[in-house]
């Protein structure tokens, strides 16, 4: 004869919550939370017993004293290791069938549950939830939070338990079973979207909330899932925690609704993958701009933010619309922005770089980092007379870097330099090998480049995610002299933050051309090629020609922007403001318990939590922030504009958001019931 499986709930239950300690035993009318949860599983036609595992300490032995009272089985186990209290659990009680309950969910529903067990036993398979499938990128239906539910053998526990070696799998019980692939696995989903709801009891507010839906059915406690949709009042307490959800939606409405419309008709929405909102907040991000000014920004839909993110992608230093650029900018349109002739600012922003960086001869213009790039690639390579160039970083979006994919040996790809997989489609073949990759301080990998690729050019930033590395950037220098190969300091993004000027002034080392863009016309579209009479002479041999890199509106502003940043010293203000967030940044995760690196020079800072789940966390900060009316992501380019009271207000903001990572991080909550959006897209890496 086939044995009856004996099907067991296990319900996990402590006091020692921290956001909430002892909720289990606080009240909902007349019960405590185990009661009305024991009470709603006897309900399951389908269950043999309801137990529950606590942990065997101290802090818990009231717990212990409760349930005796109560008449309710228990087991007493280890409080961290709680797949091993799970194991014993089952042992105890003989169970073949575990369904495990947490003790945050008042609300869980015996119909549900009998229906599931039903499916279990169905579909034959080790494990069964109504909780999202962490292996499905798909954006399906499941139930709210606070209906939790899941099935499994105690077979599949066991083997689980053998395969665990992480703590985090040890005391979330079934993380390892839901993503692995080694077990059968079925996934209840429902018919409407509630994954945004919370149900479940985390808080005190939490159970204020869960009580008024106990309230509308009074004495009866054993109401249904569907009973609680069917009636108006209570899907009216639903309906309200949603609007709360979706009041960030209704906030940028205009933007999004703009997105989509760009989308139909601009491929891939617009001109930056920077300025993607996905990268930010899917769906919920501001997106388009209408005003600008110091480091205010008002969207579309007329909500005014502080810019405590990267103030134009590395543009404005000055903070946004600066007065004085701004007029020198309207005068030279009064005065004709275009015409046959050459305008003669860019010969006075010629001579002024020199006279900033008098070891250089000759400057060339453009109007974007990328064009600048190629323009001086396509130099060197004349000068050197050679074609391969051996790169690190990010340097625009042209042929001649993108080759770099095309090399087969994922070392010297740009793989590990922005994103993996990069598309390069349309990029032609046959530029295949002629531009290889190295890391940043790896001077072997450069060195064997040298001499096994006949390399002509060298092309790095001075430093992006670290202080500049002297050691190994003169050594750089050393090899480039020694193998007549030009030197190009793409410094687009770091000149004129640390210094006036490029970073390398600062340290002393001289590329043979830099590269300035971004900061230079403080949001005025101009980049510059500057560099050493004998390489820059070389742009005579090869035609370099573009009729809006004459036009006069980018000289102007980078002329006027050069004059305010020299009589300011801007460089030293946002040094000081970046060491400023930065010792903060340190302190705040340090007293939330996160283990966070912080990235890059003061003037340029981000952070990572060294966590997989760095990408929602950031997510949620950037949700969060915009909530208070800030832009803010884990990136913080400085500008002038960031004063001591609004960085205090960032910070008064910030702290509430790390709490709750914190406690996801720390104590197992789940990031992904505070977010109303899906997780950002992944940034380019930037490894150099
Ligand atoms: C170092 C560096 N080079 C080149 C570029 C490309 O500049 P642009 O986006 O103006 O073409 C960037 C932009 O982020 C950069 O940081």
């Known amino acids: 004869m086939v044995k009856k499986l004996n099907i067991v709930a296990v319900v996990q239950a402590r006091l020692t919550s921290k956001r909430f300690p002892k909720k289990v035993i606080s009240k909902i009318g007349n019960y405590s939370l185990i009661e009305i949860i024991k009470k709603r599983l006897d309900r399951s036609k389908l269950l043999d017993k309801v137990v529950y595992a606590i942990p065997k300490n101290q802090e818990n032995k009231n717990l212990e004293i409760f349930l005796k009272q109560k008449n309710i089985e228990y087991h007493s186990g280890s409080e961290k290791n709680v797949l091993k209290r799970y194991i014993q659990t089952a042992i105890k009680f003989d169970a073949d069938i575990i369904v495990r309950i947490t003790s945050d969910c008042p609300l869980v529903c015996p119909k549900m549950l009998d229906n599931m067990i039903h499916e279990f036993k169905k579909k034959k398979v080790d494990y069964l939830s109504n909780i999202k499938d962490p292996l499905n990128i798909k954006d399906e239906f499941y139930y709210p939070d606070g209906f939790d539910i899941e099935i499994f053998s105690k077979k599949s526990l066991l083997s689980s338990y053998k395969k665990i070696s992480s703590s985090f799998d040890y ?11 080694i077990f059968k696995k079925h996934f209840v989903k429902s018919q409407k979207k509630f994954q945004k709801l919370k149900l479940s ?47 960030l939606s209704k906030k940028v409405k205009k933007s999004q609704s703009l997105w989509s419309k760009a989308n139909k008709i601009i ?91 008098p070891w250089f001869d000759m400057v060339k213009f453009a109007r974007t980092g990328g064009e600048a790039n190629s323009i001086a690639i396509r130099i060197a390579r004349v000068a050197s007379a050679r074609d391969n160039v051996a790169v690190c970083g990010y340097h625009g979006w042209h042929d001649w870097y993108l080759s770099t994919n095309l090399n087969k040996n994922k070392k010297n790809n740009l793989d590990q330099h922005l994103m993996k997989n990069l598309q390069i489609s349309g990029v032609p073949k046959k530029l295949k090998n002629t531009v290889f990759s190295f890391h940043y301080g790896d001077f072997i990998t450069l060195k064997n480049l040298v001499t096994k690729k006949k390399i002509g050019v060298i092309k790095m930033e001075v430093c992006r995610n670290t202080e500049p590395n002297i050691k190994f ?14 030197l190009i300091f793409d410094e687009c993004t770091t000149a004129f933050r ?39 002479v070389a742009a005579k041999e090869t035609f370099i020609s573009s009729t809006f890199w004459t036009e006069r509106i980018g000289p102007t502003a980078a002329l006027k922007t050069l004059q305010i940043m020299q009589n300011i010293k801007s460089w030293r203000k946002i040094r000081k403001i970046g060491k400023k967030i930065a010792k903060k940044w340190r302190r705040l995760f340090d007293k939330y318990n996160l283990i966070v690196e912080i990235n890059g020079i003061p003037s340029l800072l981000s952070f990572t939590f060294k966590s997989n789940k760095h990408q929602a966390y950031k997510t949620l900060i950037t949700q969060e922030m ?36 914190s406690q996801c991080e720390n104590e197992g909550q789940d990031i992904k019931k505070f977010l109303d959006s899906d997780v950002s897209s992944k940034d380019f890496y930037r490894y150099n």
């Open 201 to 247: 009891v985390d808080t005190k507010k939490d159970l204020n909330n869960v009580k008024k839906i106990f309230k509308v059915f009074a004495s009866n406690i054993f109401f249904s899932f569907e009973d609680i949709l069917k009636n108006k009042k209570s899907l009216d307490i639903i309906k309200k925690q949603l609007i709360r959800k979706n009041m």
């Open 626 to 661: 915009l909530k208070k009316n800030f832009l803010a992501t884990n990136t913080i380019y400085p500008c002038i504009k960031h004063n001591d009271k609004l960085i205090d207000r960032y910070f008064v903001n910030l702290e509430k958001i790390i709490k709750i990572i």
């Open 473 to 486: 950037l003169k050594k750089v220098r050393q090899l480039a002299t020694k193998n007549k190969i030009v």
């Open 498 to 536: 640390e210094t006036y000027g490029g970073l390398h002034k600062k340290i002393n080392i001289y590329p043979d051309v830099a590269i300035f863009g971004k900061t230079l016309g403080n949001g005025y579209a101009i980049s510059a090629i500057i560099g050493k009479k004998e390489v820059m």
């Open 171 to 181: 005391e979330h019980v079934t993380t390892f079973i839901r993503s692995s692939n």
């Open 267 to 357: 491929p891939g929405g617009n001109m930056l993958l920077s300025k993607n909102p996905d990268r930010y907040l899917p769906k919920l991000w501001p997106t388009y701009f209408k005003n600008a000014d110091g480091c205010n920004v008002t969207d579309l839909d007329n909500n005014k933010y502080i810019d405590f993110s990267t103030m134009g992608v590395g543009t404005n230093v000055l903070g946004y619309g600066n007065t004085l650029v701004d007029n020198a900018v309207k005068n030279t349109i009064k005065k004709g922005n275009l015409s046959t002739l050459n305008c003669p600012e860019e010969v006075y922003l010629a001579e002024k770089l020199i006279e900033i960086h």
